[in-house]
């Protein structure tokens, strides 16, 4: 596609340098340009694009979309702002893909990877081609929206029929999901979390309520168990959106560690899921389902032949009478709803393995450390993904919440894990919280390879357990 084609109809000044060269890819990372890509220009919270631009042309940059006018010598399209328009020439250069297929997007503070997870299952077992997108697939939980708009290509040109994929608050706020058309959205829930990010709960429940509108779908299924999502769901219903208002009430729910089992339109439906968050998310996916055409006998027998979810209430064996859970609950209100859940099946103590991540929401720390105080019977803090700050300081300002010290702190989250398996009696549940599917922990700028599971299945198989299993 010819520049002049990829920016027509875009409000902008378009210096053309008397060329009109042919884009092959929008490019937003200078790292990534190759020959015939357009370099485009973004302001960051650490870094500015307009800084790389040299860097692109070297690497092969055939044009540059850019918010200030620059001395080198290829085309430049100035606009106003680089990141409303980037996801328009996204989309544009390789053919709006949301238009042929369905996309659906999944929106929440919690239970977005649960949902999308589950809808691909129940969509697979009915014969639906699906791919996801979000936590378990990408460095970001929604993809920048070159990345995006590539992604939905591919899928378009490999056959797939669904793509199912969370869609974040930042997402929404940078517009990285602009030009994508979602055969249906839908709303889990909203609790204090990236409070760094938006500054306060009222900014980030704007962010989330950006999704339910005609420009993004014609449909929604919104939760409705809390005053957040009866607004969206107003908010809704007032664009002309077509919404079905689910409640997560009066379910007749029984769960263990590993199953659950609950009502909907008139079927007892029971899952190989485990927990306390396992049959609202299902519940969700199920409604998105039906938006999308399937019959209910044919949802439940997708959810009736579920898998469990990597890093969402996964459990494992200690031994015969000691389990473990590893849960990627990051938040106060997923981590008072795990523990709550996990009183409610466990014999002896709760011992809990958390931390909290660094430069991110720090007010969310001493809520986690109230939460743990009593939620958990014995409690090991430890490192979780420090990144630049201080482990020590973030275990600090956890324990400021809590009305009952911590049994121990333990920096290194690996002899954490191992203090937490040699304290385990018969009958007592071992959680591990805050990264469930995480490989890496981010510590000084650097990723270390870091599994709880991995560790934890290292830590069992060494100890004075393993005989005994």
């Known amino acids: 596609m010819f520049l002049s084609e990829l920016v027509d109809g875009i409000e902008g000044l378009l210096d053309s340098k008397k060329s009109d060269p042919e884009i092959r890819r929008v490019i937003h990372d200078s790292r990534e340009i190759n020959e015939g890509d357009i370099f485009c220009c973004i302001k960051g919270e ?57 996309v659906v997007g999944v929106t929440g503070t919690n239970g977005k990877t649960s949902v999308v997870s589950m809808l691909s ?40 029929e669904v793509v199912a994929m969370e869609v974040s608050s930042h997402a929404l706020v940078q517009q990285r999901v602009e030009e994508t058309y979602f055969s249906t959205v839908a709303f889990t829930n909203l609790s204090h979390d990236h409070l760094d990010f938006h500054g306060e709960m009222d900014s980030y429940y704007q962010a989330k309520g950006l999704l339910f509108n005609r420009n993004f779908s014609e449909r929604a299924i919104i939760v409705i168990d809390q005053e957040y999502g009866r607004s969206y769901y107003e908010k809704a219903i007032a664009d002309g959106m077509e919404v079905e208002a689910l409640s997560l009430q009066k379910r007749n729910v029984l769960f263990d560690e590993k199953s659950s089992s609950f009502d909907w339109r008139g079927e007892r439906v029971s899952i190989s899921l485990g927990g306390p968050f396992a049959f609202a998310n299902a519940l969700v996916a199920a409604e998105i389902a039906v938006q999308l055409g399937l019959e209910t006998r044919d949802i439940i027998s997708g959810l009736n032949s579920m898998k469990g979810i990597q890093g969402r209430f996964e459990s494992l064996s200690i031994t015969s009478d000691i389990s473990a859970i590893i849960d990627y609950a990051h938040t106060p209100t997923a981590l008072e709803e795990l523990l709550k859940g996990c009183q409610k099946i466990v014999t002896g103590r709760i011992i809990l393995v958390f931390g909290c991540g660094g430069d991110r929401d720090s007010e969310k720390r001493p809520l986690m450390g109230e939460v743990a105080s009593v939620g958990a019977d014995v409690n090991i803090l430890t490192s979780d993904n420090p990144r630049g700050e201080d482990p020590s300081k973030i275990i600090s ?73």
Request: proline share 5%; with cysteine; hydrophobic share 35%.
């Open 121 to 160: 299952e129940i969509l697979h077992d009915y014969g639906v081609s699906t791919a996801t997108i979000g936590t378990l697939t990408g460095v970001l939980t929604t993809p920048e929206a070159p990345e995006l708009q590539r992604e939905l290509r591919k899928y378009c040109n490999n056959g797939v």
């Open 397 to 469: 300002e956890i324990i400021t919440g809590m009305s009952i010290k911590p049994h121990s702190v333990e920096v290194d989250r690996k002899q954490a894990i191992e203090e937490a398996v040699t304290a385990a009696k018969p009958g007592d549940l071992l959680v591990i919280a805050g990264r469930g599917h995480e490989e890496y922990q981010e510590i000084r700028g650097e990723r270390i390879p870091f599994s709880d599971k991995e560790v934890l299945l290292d830590v069992i198989a060494k100890s004075t357990f393993s005989d005994k299993r």
């Open 46 to 102: 650490l870094t500015d694009g307009h800084s790389y631009i040299q860097e692109a042309i070297d690497s092969g940059a055939a044009a540059v979309l850019a918010e200030e006018s620059t001395a080198f010598h290829v085309p430049t399209f100035l606009v106003d702002d680089v990141r409303s328009v980037l996801p328009y020439v996204a989309s544009r250069i390789v053919g709006n893909p949301s238009k042929e297929l369905n």
